[in-house]
């Protein structure tokens, strides 16, 4: 059976080879200018489709109200007049948002329709005449006919426009599709996006350097220090476990010695010296953070109390655990109002950590991402971000401009820097940078329905790219190499 090569006659080729040179002008430039030019116009004709299908899309919603209306005029209470006035009234005070794009200073649907009510109104009024010499019933009847006839030329004249509208995009569609691109033959994906769900991060101290415990204790030994603040003990929290400090078998024993219990603690310290190293501190809030995620509030609190025994012991010197549990077993009111009062702060602050860390925590589980992605390993997702407006005096140069008309040229470039001045700043400044985890990270930011509208409207501008191989797409309809 003889192959078919007759498809790929339509396969538009960017070839270096036909590019007729100027001495002036190097030829690199010259073969970026002609790959420029395809990629422009096909981004010309996308948007002239678009622009078509959506005022086709307007008018088969504008339809149905018009013959709505004009089937209950003959029987509208008190009279066809009041029927339309109050329309209009609701139309003008309660209108709905609903519009054909969300482009600026795109009318909605309602307040088209106030527009064609109006035009309708003014004209049947004229045509019906002030009916001198008739009664109100005939001069209502004679109202609800001029309307009537009046919505039946403007619903004829919106059919004959979808029609011609329809044949015109019709037509373009049929003149993109003579050319295959790369776009067309990709078999890999068929969605410029993906939502992605992010795995829940696991039940850990808050990520991010942070102060666990802030310390104010009485100086003991009055000339042994200025300070009357502990420096606050920090856990790096990394998504590796491992990093965090651990408890000693030694420590877990001190952790369990219930609170306030200073005489018993200070036998243990005495009995195991390993509990007073550096690090120890840190490895018992870590230990109260999880119990308190895991519910154990009681050790969590011990854990607390044992690391800050500690802590207050390392500030007051070589000697400090015989200087601080003299204080606390002797009773000394002062010193042991201070502790006391540190213990139950700082419990206090693990726990709305834990708590946060807890709501975050469900939260990113349970929140779905609109991320780009390129199923093709061999596609590379770029941004065709516009420089500013179009000039009045623009102008086509080139081969093959003459085919286009300078203002379907200009309305394509001014929704395009429309749609892209519409975004958030902070979107803007990562679609200029060009880079796609920038994007993605401003797209992860945004709620789901809030980015597959942003995502739908690069698409539309011509803002999201699609480019494969050695030349670049800028449109996302690739231009192909010879």
Known sequence: MPLNYSKWDQLELSDDSDIEGHPNVDKKSLIRWHQRDIHEKREIRKQK????KAEIDCNNVLRPRIID???????????????????AEQLEKNPSPAAPTDAPGQPTYDAMFLSLILQV???AKDNAGDGAGLTETERNERLAKALSDELGRHLSMLDKTTSELQTEMENEIKEQQKHITSDDIHEAWESKYVPAKPEPPPVAPEKKKKTVAQTEYEVLNPGASSSTQAAAPTVDDDDDEADLPELTPALEGF????????????EYIQAHRDVVVAGA?????VAAFRAQSDGKSTYAKQCVHQSLLLQYCEKLGNDGPRVFFKKMMTGEKRALKVFEDDVENTYNHLCTRVKVAQEESNDAAGKEQIQLVAEDPNQTITFNVPDGPPPEDL?????GTEDFDIEDVRKALQFKWAVFSSFPEVLQAA???GSLEAVNK?????DVPTAEQVVQNLDAAGILSFAEGGIRDETGKGAGSA
Do not use: C, F, R, W
């Open 281 to 285: 501190s840190d490895a018992l809030l």
């Open 69 to 87: 209306l004009q089937s209950k005029l003959p029987n509208a209470t008190p009279s066809p007049a009041a029927h339309l006035n109050s329309l």
């Open 395 to 399: 102008v086509l140069e080139g081969p």
């Open 431 to 433: 679609l200029k940078d």
């Open 121 to 123: 109104s003014k004209a």
């Open 255 to 266: 952790a369990k010695i219930k609170l306030h219990q200073y005489e018993k603690s200070y």
């Open 49 to 52: 489709i678009t622009k078509l």
């Open 442 to 446: 401003v797209l992860g930011d945004m």
